[in-house]
């Protein structure tokens, strides 16, 4: 067997496209928007972006097509951890360019940013590039986290580029890679180089989104596949009523991923990260916050629940950071060494307690050990905690087991806490892309052709009006700089994309807000199932919750 | 939101029957097969069921109806673990039961076997079930995992029925819970009550099967999701480049669960506890073994891969078994005590190395301390090592790493490894039915009703010839007494069905052997994507590779 009869199936299906790009690249022209300027600090941004700043908003409509003959040699890469739908962007940019003249190029650079910077690459061909339509993965290329920032990275893909003769690079990534595309394509035309860098917005994390950017491409198709099996540990809890089931899902510091997920299936509880901030909540008490769901359920005989934990929460957590922090300066440089010797965990107990404050000993040391040992035990190159690799799912379980054992001590709870652990992360990022990330991903990777085959630089490929079917999507393009503000990076001052957090005042938290109490002692759980491609439109090509909240 | 969408769609299917069942209850009656006898100890077991052993193996065919007419009042539980389409058997049995008459009553006791002895019961309705049709969970009725087989369960159970007038039982579990409904029918039958007793095959493990078992229900929706989720598992490491994941599945002691994912996704390593058992193969040798492959492929610069492990492997493990049953003596009883009190893990270490034998200590040293202390420190109330709490998972990728250090050390390897882990079993258990599961499971329902009402007891439902189209399936019932032996359980002589373990002359296994060389060194995944319900038969409709390959 080399296929699944899915992914044969998937081969076969078409793309939507908006219904401005469906009437044949002859019938595609620009209608100009007005001139745009940055979200903030447009005098610094202005000053770092001289020949790409302030260029107009544009969208496409039915129309002759004016854009001049040329032929186009483009290339494209991935940038970072993989999204679901990744391929379907290289497909409608092959399908475009290959539409617009059979003469039209298109390579892929492999293993992300460093192909470029290794001309490590593939030409797409037809046969290559329908093996990947409408498939999960970033395989057909590869991807990679190489950062392209520097002077002399640029210069050399300037050179790689001019051995290709690529008049035009497409950069498929989250928020920094959007930013290094705006930079690059500043450099590119700073530099006469007429090399033109077109933007894709890319990550299943949800926080590349703004008032341009409706979503991301790859976060419908990840927070299905994750609450498809959250649902599915739900109806497990729910039939077999022993486990409380803590979910830790990815998404890096934003908790739009677990928040969506809540949305989707119902939870009894779902942390979230921001609202975490915002009240400055202790572990003790979001530990406490926990346990009254389940003390409240067992008071009804419901030993058992389901808890959503967004992978960045710790750091989120004003206590939690200072101790990180605290640790991290405890053992820089050579005291790591004389930390490292010390024989037993004892001893190195001993020179913890001794070398962190007070406030933060008492963080510590309601720790679980395997926390404990984790913290200072698994530290990444340069000394530091990884914060990525704490097991959240099992902290918050043993602080609130911890916490139901001093209610039982208080005569305030009598049920039985058992609990079970998850990590979802890796088995959403590869899906098959859902209807709507196929549609969405090949339309942003159509409509980046057209951006291109009209001369824009600096632009990222725009297509929103998402909530609505894909007929009535808007295709357009905006320049990056119009997304940028200045923040403190490094301990310098960089534009950059504002990361999009969940907003505590937006629609999908409050609803969630909203309903929480209720879900909290109720069984309200919601069962979504497997993503499914064919049958009813309303199982199909709905997106997400979030998207539907924010547009309602 | 009450209801997904999926759910509300599914709500509407229609389960597919076996042929000779879709002409309407008056159109079904009986072709007896010849009379039966058990695989083997046919004098004890004969003796042991003298009421309702070698009774005729029978079908249903096309034909006058010829049962006696009879108000059925008949109660239905669900037992053990949770398998998809548990919920479409009692669909099957209601609708049939009420196709029979009208007046016809179904009776579901609550939360496993516990609700026939606490006399905890639903009546069935029509609202109340529609809520139930083609959904995944055993929420309809809850399960649970009470033993129902002594005589003076027997006794109640009886008593209970009395007091509802139930005139049959079906029982719908594993192994063991068909074993002891062959035991109760047996028990009713010798005392007269009326009260008949119908098996259905229950289990995602697999294990439940035999020559007239093809498979039971439940195993084809969950490694379907198994599946689903090793295949973007498999695409994640195909694209990233930089991970080798090794993926736990469910399935207690036998690896079918493990070999129709590995069939279905082509893994590079599938562990088979059974050939571990049949080669006598240690840790280290496990270890080698899969190091191997790690090293072939980053000899080719792929420095990821899967790696698909059973969670009952290390039972398998001769050497393993040795350790465990020494650890249990050594801290049987009080001397739990000494150990416990003991300060610090050096402490107990000795005391460890003091009370193993050489053999095991050998075994015990190459062990993770992660997993050394969960051996000591996480045991049962009786104080036994928990096997199925090890996380095998991390235990094998532990043992691949410090063999790959000493291949490095040789200079016969020279790539990175960076393992990540997963466990897969609550995802799966209730996720909603394939519409294989759907189908057949209604079948098994619809099925049991008809036996009932022609009168049988100590009979399996039997729906066979099921890697074809539901309409060439085969309805009828099998003596339960047919599928027993005697076995050694708990230090006495006990009439079983038998477990069924993977046969490695079995078709399954030997094209995974012929195959898993190619599935090391080259990357032949293969992404099945999620159970889809609707569109294309060959993507929705297909049952396990496990009984294509035995069927072919």
Chains 1, 2 share one sequence.
Not at 233 to 245: M, T
Not at 267 to 286: D, F, H, R, T
Not at 423 to 449: I, K, T, V
Not at 515 to 522: C, G, I, S
Request: hydrophobic letters at 40%.
């Amino acid at each position: 067997m080399k296929l699944s009869p899915l992914q044969i199936a998937r081969y076969q299906y078409s793309p939507k496209l908006p219904g401005m790009l469906r009437n044949g690249i002859a019938e595609i022209c620009v209608k100009n928007g007005g001139p745009t300027e940055s979200v903030a600090d447009q005098e610094k941004i202005q000053a770092l972006f001289p020949n790409t700043y302030g260029k107009n908003e544009i969208t496409f409509q039915k129309g002759e097509n004016t854009s001049p003959a040329k032929k186009q040699v483009v290339g494209v890469i991935l940038s970072g951890g993989q999204a679901p739908g990744g391929h379907n962007v290289v497909c409608g940019l092959y399908d475009a360019l290959k539409a617009l003249s059979p003469e039209n190029v298109l390579i892929g650079f492999k293993g992300g940013p460093s192909g470029l910077l290794d001309n490590d690459f593939i030409v797409f061909e037809d046969d290559y590039i329908n093996q990947y339509r409408n498939t999960g993965g970033f395989d057909i290329i590869g991807s990679g986290r190489t950062k392209l920032e520097t002077q002399e990275q640029f210069a050399i893909v300037v050179e790689n580029c001019k051995k290709h003769g690529v008049n035009a690079l497409v950069i498929i990534g989250g928020d920094d890679s959007n930013t290094n595309a705006a930079v690059l394509a500043e450099y590119c035309a700073a530099h006469n180089t007429g090399i033109q860098v077109i933007g894709c917005p890319k990550t299943i994390d949800g926080d590349l989104k703004n008032e341009d950017i409706e979503c991301s491409f790859g976060f419908d198709t990840a927070t299905k596949t994750y609450a498809e099996i959250i649902g599915n540990i739900e109806r497990d809890a729910n039939s077999a009523k022993k486990y409380w089931h803590f979910v830790k899902v990815m998404g890096r510091s934003a908790s739009h991923v677990a928040l969506e997920c809540a949305l989707q299936t119902q939870p009894n509880i779902c942390l979230v990260g921001e609202e975490v901030a915002a009240k400055k909540m202790s572990l003790a008490a979001i530990a406490d916050y926990i346990a009254d769901s389940v003390a409240a359920r067992a008071a009804k005989g419901w030993n058992f629940g389901v808890a959503i934990i967004p992978e960045g929460i710790v750091e989120f957590v004003p206590e939690f950071s200072v101790l990180i922090a605290e640790i991290n300066e405890l053992l820089a440089g050579e005291k790591a060494d004389s930390f490292n010797n010390l024989p037993t965990w004892a001893d190195k107990y001993a020179f913890i307690e001794n070398g962190l404050t007070a406030e933060s000993m008492a963080v510590f040391a309601i720790l679980p050990q395997s926390i404990q040992q984790q913290l200072f035990l698994e530290r990444d190159p340069h000394g530091n905690v990884q914060v990525s690799l704490i097991e959240s799912e099992k902290l918050f379980s043993a602080l609130v087991k911890d916490n139901l054992a001093a209610r039982k001590k208080e005569g305030t709870y009598n049920g039985k806490f058992s609990a079970l652990h998850h990590f979802l992360g890796y088995e959403g990022r590869c899906a098959f892309p859902s209807n709507f990330d196929a549609d969405y991903c090949y339309s942003l990777g159509y409509n980046a052709a057209m951006l291109i085959q009209y001369g824009y630089t600096g632009y990222l490929s725009k297509v929103s009006n998402l909530s609505k079917p894909a007929e009535e999507w808007v295709a357009g393009g905006m320049p990056i700089t119009k997304m940028m503000n200045i923040e403190r990076r490094h301990g310098a001052d960089k534009p950059v994309i504002r990361k999009a957090l969940v907003e505590l005042e937006g629609a999908p938290f409050k609803f969630f807000a909203e309903h929480r109490a209720e879900w909290a002692t109720e069984t309200c759980f919601v069962y979504p199932g497997a993503i499914q491609y064919y049958g009813p439109a309303e199982v199909c090509d709905l997106t997400t919750r979030t998207l539907a909240l924010e547009k309602a």
